[in-house]
């Protein structure tokens, strides 16, 4: 007799030529008052909701700001661009100050600075220019 199983089945796995199961790692530790993050892998509609709610998560009220570190990025599409501009209006919306790190001739890059003029305010391409953008400790 056969028994009919209803449960969906599991998501096709995703890996790009990854080991891991997860398109991206988030770490994220706070130094004289700015938190400070980094994301490794890639970024896509997939993850971007949850990066984006762990990223905001991260950020306590007392915190001076966020510095995002994206060198470690291989991918980034539209989803992605579209969160950081939402996480830099959260923080605007609380006072808080937003860098991203990536460096110049970085593709990920080139596709946020296509996106608007907005960017240019929050993108640096090293840690040490971004700490000093945002007033955090050099």
């Given at each position: 007799?056969?028994?009919?199983d209803?449960?969906?089945?599991?998501?096709?796995?995703?890996?790009?030529?990854?080991?891991?199961?997860?398109?991206?790692?988030?770490?994220?530790?706070?130094?004289?008052?700015?938190?400070?993050?980094?994301v490794?892998?890639?970024?896509?509609?997939?993850?971007?909701?949850?990066?984006?709610?762990?990223l905001?998560?991260?950020?306590?009220?007392?915190?001076?700001?966020?510095?995002?570190?994206?060198?470690?990025?291989?991918?980034?599409?539209?989803?992605?661009?579209?969160?950081?501009?939402?996480?830099?209006d959260?923080?605007?919306?609380?006072?808080?100050?937003?860098?991203?790190?990536?460096?110049?001739?970085?593709?990920?890059?080139?596709?946020?600075?296509?996106?608007?003029v907005?960017p240019a305010?929050?993108?640096?391409?090293?840690?040490?220019?971004?700490?000093?953008?945002?007033?955090?400790?050099?």
């Open positions: 007799a056969y028994r009919l209803r449960t969906p089945a599991p998501p096709a796995r995703r890996t790009r030529g990854r080991v891991s199961d997860e398109l991206a790692t988030l770490r994220v530790r706070e130094r004289g008052g700015i938190v400070l993050a980094v490794e892998g890639e970024i896509d509609l997939s993850n971007a909701p949850g990066l984006q709610g762990e905001t998560a991260a950020v306590p009220n007392s915190a001076g700001g966020l510095l995002l570190d994206l060198t470690g990025i291989e991918f980034l599409d539209s989803s992605g661009v579209h969160m950081l501009y939402d996480i830099a959260r923080l605007a919306t609380r006072q808080q100050r937003f860098a991203v790190v990536l460096e110049a001739n970085a593709p990920p890059r080139r596709a946020i600075e296509l996106s608007g907005e305010a929050w993108l640096h391409t090293d840690q040490s220019a971004a700490l000093a953008a945002i007033g955090g400790p050099s």
